[in-house]
């Protein structure tokens, strides 16, 4: 079955950058499927963050455009999200999902804390 695990969330001062993964197995290559991250924070709605098709192509929410830049490794069936100037806003689990059917993502993986303190 697919699984996607996340990785690389943490605790860093504002300003500070982080480099979250999202390794995804179960299937031989996710290269022709969209990938996107989403977050969390306490007590709101998941929040779209920035999604990468097959082609690369990205798209970004306007809180983190110029900040956070996503991409995809296919050989490694892995995709990363570095975050730079990092603010407490940034605060969240950080959330991979993959593979759209039917309008959704099918596959989620559990998340990943990400804290920046001030």
């Known amino acids: 079955q697919v699984q996607l695990i996340e990785s690389g969330g943490g605790l860093v001062q504002a300003g500070g950058s982080l480099r979250l993964s999202c390794a995804a197995s179960?299937?031989?290559?996710?290269?022709?499927?969209?990938m996107a991250w989403y977050r969390q924070a306490p007590g709101k709605e998941r929040e779209f963050v920035a999604v990468?098709?097959?082609?690369?192509?990205?798209t970004y929410a306007d809180s983190v455009k110029g900040r956070f830049t996503i991409s995809r490794d296919n050989s490694k069936n892995t995709m990363y999200l570095q975050m730079n100037s990092l603010s407490p806003e940034d605060t969240a689990v950080y959330s991979c999902?993959?593979?759209?059917?039917?309008?959704?993502?099918?596959?989620w993986g559990q998340g990943t804390q990400v804290t920046v303190s001030s």
């Open positions: 179960g299937r031989s290559t996710f290269r022709d499927e969209v």
């Open positions: 990468i098709r097959p082609n690369g192509i990205p």
């Open positions: 999902a993959a593979g759209v059917r039917g309008g959704q993502y099918v596959w």
